[in-house]
T-cell receptor, first 114, second 114 residues
């Protein structure tokens, strides 16, 4: 069964600092990978996704992620944090061999301080 | 195009009461999903429907039933609510376009069972 591990349930960065949110997955076949953001009391919004092709994926709001098969990782980064980035971030994996079911990580809450 | 809509937004039930959470999408998607979100546990799949007329269990189906009324609507029913079902419930639908896959989430239903 596939699984997703997000290291660090809480991450705090200063405004302007690098954001790095870690995600590792286990999958028996090449997966699709997703990052979602959730603002307080809202649903999930897709930030970016990797399906096939280029391993460096750019998403909305200046975020990007790199698929590294050898490390089974899909870490999310942003060069310079903004106060508006404070939210919860979820990594998810979809096993391409199954019927379109996403498995989510437990989430990382990002705090941005002045 | 309203995307994925859910009703109600909030609900309080007493133990043993029943209720149905409604979900509808206007994007002509084939597949629809119900997730629950609990603190520190990410989103867990309750049930899904790959196409109209079919439903399958996800990771945590016990205590729930679903009905795919038509292509647009996918409802989740709690026959006898328990405090362990206090959670935020999200409905989602999926779009496939070639190798691309994307899930759209509703705004959520916050359910409290006392």
């Amino acid at each position: 069964a596939q699984s997703v591990t997000q290291l660090g349930s809480h991450v705090s960065v200063s405004e302007g600092a690098l954001v790095l949110l870690r995600c590792n997955y286990s999958s028996s076949v090449p997966p699709y990978l997703f990052w979602y953001v959730q603002y307080p009391n809202q649903g999930l919004q897709l930030l970016l996704k990797y399906t096939t092709g280029a391993t460096l994926v750019k998403g909305i709001n200046g975020f990007e992620a790199e698929f590294k098969k050898s490390e089974t990782s899909f870490h999310l980064t942003k060069p310079s944090a903004h106060m508006s980035d404070a939210a919860e971030y979820f990594c998810a994996v979809e096993d391409t061999g199954t019927a379109s079911k996403l498995t989510f990580g437990t989430g990382t809450r990002l705090q941005v301080t002045l | 195009n309203a995307g994925v809509t859910q009703t109600p937004k909030f609900q309080v039930l007493k133990t043993g009461q029943s209720m149905t959470l409604q979900c509808a999408q206007d994007m002509n998607h084939n597949s629809m999903y119900w997730y629950r979100q609990d603190p520190g546990m990410g989103l867990r799949l309750i049930y899904y429907s790959a196409s109209e007329g079919t439903t399958d269990k996800g990771e945590v189906p016990n205590g729930y039933n679903v009905s795919r009324l038509n292509k647009r609507e996918f409802s989740l029913r709690l026959e006898s609510a328990a405090p362990s079902q206090t959670s935020v419930y999200f409905c989602a639908s999926i779009l496939y376009a070639g190798d691309e896959a994307e899930q759209y989430f509703g705004p959520g239903t916050r359910l409290t069972v006392t």
